[in-house]
Nanobody, 119 residues
Framework: QVQLQESGGGLVQAGGSLRLSCVAS????????MDWYRQGPGKQREMVAG???????HYADSVKGRFTISRDSAKNTVYLQMNSLKPEDTGVYSC?????????????WGQGTQVTVSS
């Protein structure tokens, strides 16, 4: 079973920065897309950023110019560098990957890491 482990969340003041990491482990043959989602208090989960196996990236309009997604394919790791954080960025950030194992191609989710931005 593929497992995802996020880290790097925490409490930061508005204007500050955080770097999230998500490591995928297990019987992985290939990772295709790697995405970051977030769910703020009382809000629906939304995609924040994504990166393809060819390193094509896309971002939610609300984070463009402030967040940067990157991946280290050798380490099965995806990162999210978050700068100029705002209180509205507060939420649980989860990573999701689409990966192939020897038996299936499917999406997997991590448990999430809390990001709190104080004003």
């Amino acid at each position: 079973q593929v497992q995802l482990q996020e880290s790097g969340g925490g409490l930061v003041q508005a204007g500050g920065s955080l770097r999230l990491s998500c490591v995928a482990s297990g019987p992985i043959v290939r990772i295709h897309t790697m995405d970051w989602y977030r769910q703020g208090p009382g809000k629906q989960r939304e995609m924040v950023a994504g990166i393809s196996s060819g390193d094509t990236t896309h971002y939610a309009d609300s984070v463009k110019g402030r967040f940067t997604i990157s991946r280290d394919s050798a380490k099965n790791t995806v990162y999210l560098q978050m700068n100029s954080l705002k209180p509205e960025d507060t939420g649980v950030y989860s990573c999701s990957v689409v990966a192939s194992t020897t038996v299936a191609l499917k999406s997997y989710w991590g448990q999430g890491t809390q990001v709190t931005v104080s004003s």
